[in-house]
C-alpha cells in the first residue's frame, strides 16, 4: 500500500484527494451494479432535477484507525436510514440499506491508506450523496438518480479543536421553514445558512444559533450542527420538526444515560441559555465541541457558559466516551461500530 505525505496532525477540516470513489446509478427501475472510479467528475444532462429543483441529499460519517489497529465506521445503519429519509422528502428514489452500507464499507476500504492514524485526532470523512440526474423543465421529480460516496481525510471541523468555541443569535436570518425541509439533510438547507454563517464569522464567531422561524422564541440548530446543554445532571436538547436529528446527538444521548445522567429533549427558550452549566454543539463534523459564550446580538446580552475558558466536565466526559468508542478504547456496547476487514 503506498504512503501518503499527509501531515495528520494539522489536518484541516477540507477535501483531500484520494484514490477512488463509489458510484451506482437507478434507472429503468432499478439500482444498477457498483462502478468503482478515480475520477473526480460527474457528467449530467444540465437540466438534471439536481441543478434546476433540487433534488440531492447528502450524509457525513467517519471512519476511525482505532488503537487496536482496526478500522471502524461510526453508525452506518443510522445514516442509511437518514439517507433514506432525505430522499423521500424531496420525492428522490431512497437507497437500500444493504447497498449503502456494501459502498460505505468498499470506499473506505479502497482508500483505507488515508484513514488517519490512531492517536492523530483526525479521521476518515465519508460523503455519501444521490442526486437527480434526469432531464427536466417543468417541475416533475427524475426518474434516474445517482448515488455517489467519496471519502477525504478530515482534521477537526473547529479550529480550536476541543476547545469552547463562540455563538451569535441574530434574528434576522432564519435556518429553515416551519413544516419545511429542516428534519432532512438537503442541500438547500446549507446555502440558505451561508449568509449567516459568514456574517458570524466576520463578527469572530464560529457559527449562528438560530432560533425557530415562527416565534423565534426557542433554540433550533448551531449552525450545522445540534445544540446540547447541561444542567443539574441533565443532557438537554432542543426538540423540533424543523432540527435535524443529529446521529452524533442520538449516540450522546445514549451515552449520558448510560453515564447516569437524566435526558431531556424538549422545546428550550433563548432565556433558559442563563441557568445552563454547559452547553456544546455536536454532529458528524462538530463532533461534541465546547460552546465558551453565546451573545444575542439584537438584545446586547452574552451568555458565558464555560469556566474559565475551558471545557465542562460533564462536555469531556461525553466527548472522551463518544470518541473512546470510535476509536476502540471504550467497548461498543450498543454494536454501533461497523468493521472495515
Known amino acids: 500500500m503506498k504512503e501518503t505525505n499527509i501531515d495528520w496532525s494539522s489536518l484541516p477540516f477540507g477535501y483531500v484527494k ?24 460527474i457528467t449530467m444532462h444540465m437540466a438534471a432535477t439536481c441543478l434546476h429543483y433540487g433534488q440531492e441529499a447528502f450524509e457525513g460519517l467517519k471512519a476511525f484507525r482505532g488503537k487496536d489497529g482496526k478500522i471502524r465506521v461510526f453508525r452506518t445503519e443510522e445514516n442509511g436510514k437518514r439517507l433514506q429519509d432525505s430522499a423521500r422528502g424531496i420525492m428522490m428514489e431512497p437507497i437500500p440499506l444493504d447497498l449503502f452500507k456494501k459502498m460505505v464499507l468498499m470506499a473506505v476500504k479502497l482508500n483505507e ?28 421529480p427524475a426518474d434516474e438518480y445517482t448515488f455517489i460516496i467519496l471519502v477525504t481525510p478530515v482534521g477537526p471541523y473547529f479550529k480550536n479543536g ?3 468555541t463562540n455563538f451569535a443569535i441574530m434574528r434576522e436570518f432564519d435556518r429553515v421553514a416551519p413544516k419545511g425541509t429542516g428534519r432532512i439533510k438537503v442541500g438547500g438547507n446549507y446555502a440558505a445558512s451561508l449568509v449567516a454563517g459568514e456574517k458570524a464569522h ?30 443539574d445532571n441533565t443532557y438537554i436538547t432542543p426538540y423540533s420538526e424543523s432540527i435535524l436529528p443529529s446521529i452524533t446527538n442520538k449516540s450522546l444521548t445514549q451515552i449520558a444515560e448510560d ?46 457558559l464555560s469556566k474559565d475558558g475551558n471545557p465542562g466536565e460533564m462536555t469531556t466526559k461525553l466527548y472522551t466516551h463518544l470518541r473512546g468508542i470510535q476509536d476502540g478504547e471504550i467497548e461498543d456496547i450498543h454494536g454501533w461500530c461497523d468493521f472495515v476487514e
Not at 18 to 41: L, M
Request: a negative charge; hydrophobic letters at 35%.
Open 259 to 304: 453515564l447516569g445522567m437524566k435526558v431531556e429533549r424538549r422545546p428550550i427558550e433563548v432565556e433558559e441559555l442563563a441557568t445552563f452549566e454547559e452547553a456544546g454543539a455536536c454532529g458528524t463534523a462538530a463532533v461534541c465541541t465546547p460552546i465558551g459564550e453565546i451573545v444575542d446580538l439584537d438584545n446586547d446580552i452574552k451568555y458565558t
Open 113 to 140: 491508506r488515508f484513514v488517519p492514524p490512531y492517536g492523530s485526532g483526525a479521521s476518515l470523512y465519508i460523503r455519501p450523496f444521490e442526486i437527480g440526474t434526469s432531464a427536466r423543465v417543468g417541475v416533475k
Open 202 to 231: 466576520d463578527l469572530g464567531f464560529s457559527g449562528v444559533l438560530y432560533l425557530d422561524s415562527k416565534e423565534k422564541k426557542y433554540l433550533d440548530e448551531c449552525g450545522a450542527a445540534n445544540f446540547f446543554a447541561i444542567k
Open 18 to 41: 484520494t484514490d477512488y470513489n463509489v458510484r451506482c446509478t437507478f434507472k429503468n427501475g432499478e439500482w444498477g451494479e457498483i462502478v468503482v472510479t478515480d475520477s473526480e467528475e
Open 162 to 164: 476541543f476547545k469552547p
